[in-house]
């Protein structure tokens, strides 16, 4: 049975840091692109960062240059390291992994505010 497990989530303030962490069970991890969606109140799903597994990474335009994705093979990890949080990356974040099939996580909620 495939599992995904988001943990790091918060309340945060503005410009300050958070660092979410995926674990995944279940599956051969190494061969899935993994990613990260959040879904705001009121607005449909989005992707935020994804990762292949060959390492490529992908940002919505939004994010680039302080959201950091990254993978542990080892560890069956994903991990999103987000900087300079704004108030409009509040948001339920959550864990996908895609493959043949696709995976998602129960999510976890961030909280950017002052």
């Known amino acids: 049975q495939v599992q995904l497990v988001e943990s790091g989530g918060g309340l945060v303030q503005p410009g300050g840091s958070l660092r979410l962490s995926c674990a995944a069970s279940?599956?051969?991890?190494?061969?899935?692109?993994m990613a990260w969606y959040r879904q705001a109140p009121g607005k449909q799903r989005e992707l935020v960062a994804s990762i292949t597994n060959g390492g490529s990474t992908n940002y919505v335009d939004s994010i680039k240059g302080r959201f950091t994705i990254s993978r542990d093979n080892a560890k069956n990890t994903v991990d999103l390291q987000m900087n300079s949080l704004k108030p409009d990356d509040t948001a339920v974040y959550y864990c996908n992994a895609k493959r043949n099939v696709v995976y998602w996580g129960q999510g976890t909620q961030v909280t950017v505010s002052s």
């Open positions: 279940g599956m051969i991890f190494r061969l899935y692109t």
